[in-house]
T-cell receptor, first 112, second 114 residues
Framework: DGGITQSPKYLFRKEGQNVTLSCEQN?????MYWYRQDPGQGLRLIYYSQIVNDFQKGDIAEGYSVSREKKESFPLTVTSAQKNPTAFYLCASSGNSNQPQHFGDGTRLSIL | AQSVTQLDSHVSVSEGTPVLLRCNYSSSYSPSLFWYVQHPNKGLQLLLK??????LVKGINGFEAEFKKSETSFHLTKPSAHMSDAAEYFC????????????FGTGTKLQVIP
């Protein structure tokens, strides 16, 4: 079945540590997205990529970094500069501009 | 700029009774609109989308929504709630003409009481 796979499901970060969240899709979608979800705030866009080797900052990019070396993969790194990383992170993808986004099952990041 | 407002953060209904989840939008033109559902610790699943073809849109799991331009509303309804409908629901609008950037409402948590 086609879909989006996020891993790990749960992740713990120590102070000063960078961690990377994985997102892989086999839907042949060009665009991919990372969102952060906090209770009562809906989803906020961190980064998005419309094509391989290109990506743009979203609304809350500070303290995060991404890469898009392959069409299928869009990993997110939460750096030590992100002082409040505890959240649920969702990856999504979409095809052409008239197709809604499809979502993975998320990664829950917590601080040790 | 396009935006959506979900009027209720929590809604509680009894099993078998109707569901109404409210969404108002703000847009300088007639937008596309979506409803997504999220079960606990899961991603979002598309329930339905409005793309101006018809004002009453039917989605999955018996949900439907009606686009009312005069009221700038896109409320989600279901005639009879089921326990499995307990989840969080998000109203979503594209930021620009395409769907590639969207804005999410703050969500409505639906509780279904047996």
């Amino acid at each position: 079945d086609g879909g989006i796979t996020q891993s790990p499901k749960y992740l713990f970060r120590k102070e000063g540590q960078n961690v990377t969240l994985s997102c892989e899709q086999n839907l042949n979608h060009d665009a991919m997205y990372w969102y952060r979800q906090d209770p009562g705030q809906g989803l906020r866009l961190i980064y998005y990529s419309q094509i391989v080797n290109d990506f743009q900052k979203g609304d809350i990019a500070e303290g995060y970094s991404v890469s898009r070396e392959k069409k299928e993969s869009f990993p997110l790194t939460v750096t030590s500069a992100q002082k409040n990383p505890t959240a649920f992170y969702l990856c999504a993808s979409s095809g052409n501009s008239n197709q809604p986004q499809h979502f993975g099952d998320g990664t829950r990041l917590s601080i040790l | 700029a396009q935006s959506v407002t979900q009027l209720d953060s929590h809604v509680s209904v009894s099993e078998g009774t109707p569901v109404l989840l409210r969404c108002n939008y703000s847009s300088s033109y007639s937008p596309s609109l979506f409803w997504y559902v999220q079960h606990p610790n899961k991603g979002l699943q598309l329930l339905l989308k409005y793309t101006s073809a018809a004002t009453l849109v039917k989605g999955i799991n018996g949900f439907e929504a009606e686009f009312k331009k005069s009221e700038t509303s896109f409320h989600l309804t279901k005639p009879s709630a089921h326990m499995s409908d307990a989840a969080e629901y998000f109203c979503v609008v594209p930021v620009s003409g395409g769907y590639q950037k969207v804005t999410f409402g703050t969500g409505t948590k639906l509780q279904v009481i047996p």
